[in-house]
């Protein structure tokens, strides 16, 4: 992911910036392509953000997650962010990159998750069934990120 944002700036939980391709070098990549006014995302977002405190907070695994706007304006963008994801980072309203992303990787209803490659390749589509799964107890966080990290490794 990291060669597929390269030359791209990414926002953190504090508001300061970072190049995608040093904070996200060595991780495994969720893009999150949510919006504020969407009530499926709303309701997705905390699931996706325990799972996520869960695996970084807790485990220290190498994982981020990149939120990928539809909101309407940068305050809705701001406002959900801050109050709803997790400590993660996303990419700035309005920036061109988001409609490339759209496009490429095909994004046709919100909330999608898509687990990809330092090369943009998806390794796991709808990534949000997985953590939904987890969520209610049938996955373990642990073993769905080493599958996850496996499949990125290009193992089966």
Request: hydrophobic share 40%; with cysteine.
């Amino acid at each position: 992911m990291a060669e597929l944002l390269k030359g791209i700036e990414l926002v953190k939980k504090d508001g300061s910036k970072v190049a995608a391709e040093k904070h996200l070098e060595g991780k495994l990549v969720a893009l999150y392509f949510s919006a504020e006014w969407c009530l499926p995302c709303r309701a997705f977002t905390p699931k996706l953000k325990e799972f996520y405190e869960k695996i970084v907070g807790e485990l220290g695994l190498n994982f981020e997650v990149v939120f990928v706007s539809q909101d309407k304006g940068e305050e809705e963008l701001v406002g959900y962010f801050k109050e709803h994801h997790g400590d993660w980072v996303y990419i700035e309203f309005d920036s061109p990159e988001i409609e490339e992303l759209l496009e490429k990787f095909e994004i046709k209803a919100i909330p999608t998750l898509r687990i990809v490659k330092a090369d943009g390749t998806v390794i796991v589509a709808e990534a949000h069934s997985e953590v939904n799964a987890e969520e209610k107890g049938r996955i373990d966080p642990e073993v769905l990120f080493n599958t996850w990290k496996k499949s990125a490794e290009g193992g089966d």
